[in-house]
């Protein structure tokens, strides 16, 4: 299917696709049927008030001709004045009904909303980070945001007030055919009319409205993308280009949003146009049967009031219509992620840790990345680290490092071949089970914006203060920390821009203390610091590396020397594996490796 299919809907009605996702949006709703139930039972005690209200002040127009009236029925003596109570006792009534109602519908519709947006987060954060990688973090911010708070909004607003216009539209023709029967088919030659109209212009306000949330999308894709990489934004001097990509993305959302208001306001200029007329054809009809066919003048009175609300009720149905064609669209993209399969089951007990006594093996692995299958990451790889070895992983940059400790973590479990620990399948655990395991140690360091103490903590949330003092003291962190006013419960700032990158590493490496783990994962880790800083930081691993199986993704190859094991990875595959010195003496690529960044050193 084209993408142009996949946008634009050929019906002004919801495809059968969208009438699910809204029914399983609906489930969230219907967990507070109670509020619910009585909300809307209360809902139709107020416009049914409406009703009686325009009813009465049909009979009390009779009063004032001095026919009989409905309330001689009980108070003989009754006259207009007794009206007068009989009003004011009914917008009491009103009043205590319709506060009571919103209240109802405002707590459906945020109790069962805010569910509805934590199991979205929940579905979200449980994914696994193939479906992140292929999704862009703006637009999952925008279907958590934007496309919630549009349904919050119908359940809140816009589905009572549907309700309520139905009722009273209905209501509303009940009586004037009761009073009216032949004025009331005059009337009512219009509502096809409206209605027809109402449905061709549903397929173009459904179809903009879907490219609207799409365009906003984009938008919150490129401000997040801009404010996540700052740095880089402004050490290109890119501002003016990053500015030029969101004006460009908001005079499209503006173009689509204007379509979509032209539209809208065609459908209410047509509503206004047509109800206006048809009353004034109304009333003209209506003189025309007082003059000739008997039609008193308190029943014309009483059929031009419900008259203008039925024609109110047609007009907000048809502008509801299309504010609920536009919620079909966001229920679709919520339910796209609640369909998702997830990694792990969040609502579980956290497994226990997955044994590790022997070894980690790979057994003849091929692994491609999902948004690049045609380009194998690993080609046929093969290798076992024993317990309390320590292997160091080198090779050029795209050579599949990280790969392999990616996919021991989990992170992609679509490759062939066996990975196991102690030889059994990782497969056959949930990955939270192997990934208590191993601590990461990565290059590149993203803070959460939290204190210190908040950060070295994530390592194990249920850590007391002393063992998270002790791992800031394990990692160097004390050295620096001991010179801040606010020493660990300093804020580090957006994604830790308050601290150099190797202040950042050994609060990294003091989280990987605090975990305890088995296998710890170094992703040259020291690679991009001063001689100052690594050195601090080469200080902590090593602390960090006691009793500990350990892989080492390497670039700079002076820091793997000691390794127990040297894998040289090339193209995805495993050229040679060996210690340093057993390298060398091969002169294969390993050798040339070293001569190579020897010859750059010097």
């Known amino acids: 299917m084209s993408r142009r299919n996949r946008e634009t809907p050929r019906r002004g009605r919801p495809s059968k696709a969208e009438w699910n996702a809204a029914r399983y949006v609906m489930s969230y709703v219907w967990r507070y049927r109670v509020s619910f139930i009585t909300g809307l039972i209360l809902l139709s005690i107020s416009a049914s008030m409406f009703l009686v209200v325009m009813k009465l002040a049909g009979e009390m127009a009779q009063a004032a001709e001095g026919n009989e009236h409905i309330l001689t029925k009980f108070i003989p ?3 207009v004045e007794t009206y007068i109570y009989v009003f004011a006792g009914l917008l009491i009534f009103q009043a205590v009904v319709s506060y009571t109602r919103i209240y109802l519908f405002t707590k459906v519709g945020e109790y069962g909303i805010a569910d509805l947006r934590r199991d979205l987060f929940q579905r979200i ?11 862009r973090t703006g637009d999952l911010i925008s279907r958590l945001t934007a496309d919630i708070e549009q349904l919050q909004s119908t359940f809140s607003n816009t589905l009572p007030e549907l309700i ?3 009722i009273l ?3 509303g023709l009940i009586i004037i055919f009761i009073e009216a029967p032949q004025l009331s088919l005059f009337m009512l030659s219009i509502i096809p009319v409206v209605v027809l109209v109402s449905m061709a212009l549903g397929m173009y306000v459904k179809r903009f409205s879907s490219k609207r949330q799409e365009s906003l999308a984009r938008t919150n894709v490129i401000a997040e993308e801009a404010f996540s990489q700052y740095t880089t934004v402004k050490a290109f001097v890119n501002e003016r280009f990053e500015m030029q990509r969101y004006r460009l993305a908001i005079n499209d959302m503006i173009s689509v949003a204007m379509k979509y208001g032209k539209v809208r306001a065609v459908f209410v200029v047509f509503i206004i146009f047509f109800m206006f007329g048809s009353l004034m054809t109304v009333l003209w009809r209506g003189a025309l049967m007082v003059k000739y066919d008997g039609l008193s003048v308190s029943d014309l009175t009483l059929f031009i009031l419900l008259t203008g609300v039925i024609g109110g009720a047609i007009a907000s149905l048809g502008n509801y219509y299309v ?5 079909f669209g966001a229920t679709k993209r919520v339910q796209e992620i609640l369909s998702q399969d997830t990694e792990m089951n969040i609502d579980a007990d956290l497994p226990p840790p997955m044994q590790f006594e022997q070894s980690i093996a790979f057994q003849n692995v091929f692994f491609s990345y999902p948004t690049r299958q045609d380009i194998p990451a690993l080609e046929n790889v093969s290798l076992e680290i024993d317990k309390g070895d320590h292997v160091a992983i080198v090779g050029t940059s795209g050579s599949g490092k990280s790969t392999m400790v ?6 992609y479990p679509d490759y062939v071949g066996e990975i196991t620990i102690d030889g059994a399948s990782i497969k056959d655990y949930p990955v939270e089970s192997i990934r208590q395991n191993i601590g990461i140690v990565p290059q590149d360091v993203v803070l959460f914006g939290g204190s210190i103490q908040d950060n070295i903590a994530y390592g194990c949330t249920n850590a007391s203060e002393r063992e998270i003092i002790e791992a800031a003291q394990k990692a160097n962190v004390m050295e620096f920390v001991e010179s801040l006013p606010a020493g660990l419960n300093t804020m580090v700032g957006e994604r830790g821009v ?11 490496i003091a989280r990987a203390i605090l975990k305890d783990p088995k296998i710890l994962v170094l992703d040259e880790a020291t690679s991009s610091l001063d001689s100052a800083s690594e050195s601090l930081v080469q200080n902590a691993l090593e602390r960090l590396m006691q009793n500990r199986t350990t892989i080492v993704i390497a670039h700079r190859l002076s820091t793997v020397r000691n390794a127990t094991k040297i894998v040289v990875l090339h193209h995805g595959k495993i050229e040679e594996v060996g210690s340093h010195e057993s390298l060398l003496a091969e002169k294969g690529r390993y050798h040339l490796m070293v001569e190579l960044q020897q010859r750059q050193m010097a």
């Open 77 to 79: 003596q009754a006259g």
């Open 125 to 135: 954060i449980a994914l696994d980070v193939s479906f992140i990688e292929r999704n």
């Open 323 to 327: 504010v609920l064609l536009g919620t």
């Open 169 to 171: 539209f209905i209501g």
């Open 164 to 166: 309520r216009q139905i």
């Open 406 to 411: 990616k996919l021991l973590a989990g992170f």
């Open 498 to 508: 308050q601290l150099s990158g190797g202040q950042k590493q050994r609060v990294a």
